[in-house]
T-cell receptor, first 115, second 113 residues
Framework: DQQVKQNSPSLSVQEGRISILNCDYTNSMFDYFLWYKKYPAEGPTFLISISSIKDKNEDGRFTVFLNKSAKHLSLHIVPSQPGDSAVYFCAASVGNTGTASKLTFGTGTRLQVTL | AAGVIQSPRHLIKEKRETATLKCYPIPRHDTVYWYQQGPGQDPQFLISFYEKMQSDKGSIPDRFSAQQFSDYHSELNMSSLELGDSALYFC????????????FGQGTRLTVV
């Protein structure tokens, strides 16, 4: 049962344009969401997160939007750069502090930023 | 800056053998998480530790066990290895529980033949 889904396995965007990566979840208990970036042969790198009490969080070129009623979140990268080419994982947890509880990952979206 | 160190980076074992994966967290990080990522799959949570105590348990087979030592490093012990155990095993650490502060290691690629 895939509780966190990224329906687009790959995405290609031109340099300078906006990249939009989508993520859907089914477990209504999730209240903390994160995006990770992963290069080949490296571990995931934390990018940005959002708590369920917010609908938007921005950090430089990265913005995450959360639509709780639709159980949907998205990551916007503006402007996209060639160095952004990587696999992006959406992840969710029940809470972010207190206990070292598990993180449920999506299946990943491979972003290719072209020149 | 020091990162999460995992050893070995690559490991090849035969079926029914035993493997031990090690994770050295970032200094002063007291929380360790283990994840398994099979080929073409998303990372799956195995187990976590906070202050040397098991904190949460995921889809970790009974053949696997793990612990966190007094110096906060952690070891994942895998026995009676099966072909399906071939995967990339990630360890992450954080200063107290909290994924926004968690840093992942480069992973150990285990191949069972």
């Amino acid at each position: 049962d895939q509780q966190v889904k990224q329906n687009s396995p790959s995405l290609s965007v031109q340099e300078g344009r906006i990249s939009i990566l989508n993520c859907d979840y089914t477990n209504s208990m999730f209240d903390y969401f994160l995006w990770y970036k992963k290069y080949p042969a490296e571990g995931p790198t934390f990018l940005i997160s959002i708590s369920s009490i917010k609908d938007k969080n921005e950090d430089g070129r990265f913005t995450v939007f959360l639509n709780k009623s639709a159980k949907h979140l998205s990551l916007h990268i503006v402007p996209s750069q060639p160095g952004d080419s990587a696999v992006y994982f959406c992840a969710a947890s029940v809470g972010n502090t207190g206990t070292a509880s598990k993180l449920t990952f999506g299946t990943g979206t491979r972003l290719q930023v072209t020149l | 800056a020091a990162g999460v160190i995992q050893s070995p980076r690559h490991l090849i074992k035969e079926k029914r053998e035993t493997a031990t994966l090690k994770c050295y967290p970032i200094p002063r990080h007291d929380t360790v998480y283990w994840y398994q990522q099979g080929p073409g799959q998303d990372p799956q949570f195995l187990i976590s530790f906070y202050e040397k105590m098991q904190s949460d348990k995921g889809s970790i087979p009974d053949r696997f066990s793990a612990q966190q030592f007094s110096d906060y490093h952690s070891e994942l012990n895998m026995s009676s290895l099966e072909l399906g155990d071939s995967a990339l095993y990630f360890c992450a650490s954080s200063l107290r529980p909290g994924y926004t502060e968690a840093f992942f290691g480069q992973g150990t690629r285990l191949t069972v033949v």
